[in-house]
Each structure stands twice: as C-alpha cells, then as structure tokens.
C-alpha cells in the first residue's frame, strides 16, 4: 500500500492509470469531514479492497457511504461502481 511516493532522485513519483493500492479510507456519508477525519472512518485498507467491501454491501446500504482515497479524493457511490465494473479493476482469483 503506498502512502507516500519515493523523492529521492525524484524516482517513481508518478504513475499512470489509478493507484488501486493506494491508502484508503471508507466514511458515511455526512459524518463531517473536519480535521479529525481519519478517526471518524469506519475502515480503511487499499483501494481496491475497499471498493470491494462496497460492492458485497446491499445497494441501499452502500450508498450511504464514499471511499477517501490518498490525496482526499472522494469517490461516491456512482462512481465506486464504475470503478468496479472497469475493465482495469483488480479481481482476485
């Protein structure tokens, strides 16, 4: 899981395509970000395992919650299941 890209000789610090092992941290919707937003997450593990934990929820469940994604980007629902179905999508066997 990475956390935060290597700078010495500047190498490796960008890689194309989504970081589907990147920290990640799941949330309720509405729980009000802040400045103890990380302790407020109800679990946290890569992206991928994260969507999908999503994605074994019911649907009415599911979409009370987003996923953070290191750089405190917010995917919602929507866009979490689109992520999943993507072709590039890390399925385990």
């Known amino acids: 899981m990475t956390d935060h890209p290597s700078t010495y000789k500047a190498d490796d610090t960008h890689r194309e395509g989504i970081q589907w092992d990147d ?3 799941l949330h309720h919707v509405g729980d009000g970000d802040g ?23 019911p649907e ?15 995917f919602q629902y929507p866009e979490i299941v689109n992520l999943y179905n993507s072709d590039t999508f890390p399925r385990k066997s």
């Not at 400045?35 to 929820?57: E, P, Q, W």
């Open 23 to 25: 920290r990640a941290f």
């Open 35 to 57: 400045v103890f937003d990380s302790a407020k997450s109800v679990r946290d593990g890569t992206f991928a395992d994260l969507i999908s934990h999503l994605m074994m929820m």
């Open 60 to 74: 009415d469940s599911a979409k009370n919650y987003y996923i953070q994604k290191a750089g405190d980007r917010e």
